[in-house]
């Protein structure tokens, strides 16, 4: 983008944006770039970060190509996934609908301190029934059995206590 009513020879004087790219990846840690353009959800910055940070092709193209194809929120989870912001991830998966409810449960129980944030997003009775058991079965697992027992009388799962 040019400012309007600027001479060719003022713009002469300021590097391109690919310069100025060239020369952040060389002052600081390409992947770090890499990555900061992959959480903005920007594929295109993505691509031209790692066109120019040098990057095997064969390690980043499959990667934003399938990310490409992905629906939007599909997309932002599996970027926040490999960026490990995982209280994003599930808010995005779980924004992707009940088709994906099992993906939400699952990446509970691999982050269990994403049950509080599980049990803010999800308004279903059975389905919180089922976020509460899971996260009192994690519970019972790490011997915290007072929260555990907590847990179950929550979601009335007396038969766990």
Not at 29 to 49: S, W
Not at 104 to 125: A, N, T, V, W
Request: proline share 5%; hydrophobic share 40%.
């Amino acid at each position: 983008m040019e400012l309007l009513g600027s001479d060719g020879l003022r713009r002469n004087n300021y590097p391109s944006a690919a310069e100025s790219l060239k020369h952040l990846l060389w002052l600081s840690d390409p992947e770090a770039v890499f990555e900061v353009a992959l959480g903005l959800y920007d594929l295109n910055l993505a691509t031209v970060i790692a066109l120019n940070s040098q990057k095997d092709p064969k390690e980043f193209l499959p990667f934003l190509q399938e990310l490409e194809c992905m629906p939007a929120v599909l997309m932002q989870y599996n970027i926040d996934l490999r960026l490990q912001r995982y209280e994003n991830a599930l808010r995005h998966i779980f924004s992707a609908g009940d088709d994906y409810y099992e993906d939400c449960m699952r990446l509970m129980r691999i982050y269990p301190q994403l049950f509080p944030l599980g049990l803010k997003l999800i308004s279903d009775p059975l389905k919180r029934t089922q976020v509460l058991e899971a996260w009192g079965d994690h519970l019972s697992l790490i011997k915290s059995f007072e929260d555990a027992a907590v847990t179950y009388l929550r979601c009335s799962s007396l038969e766990n206590l």
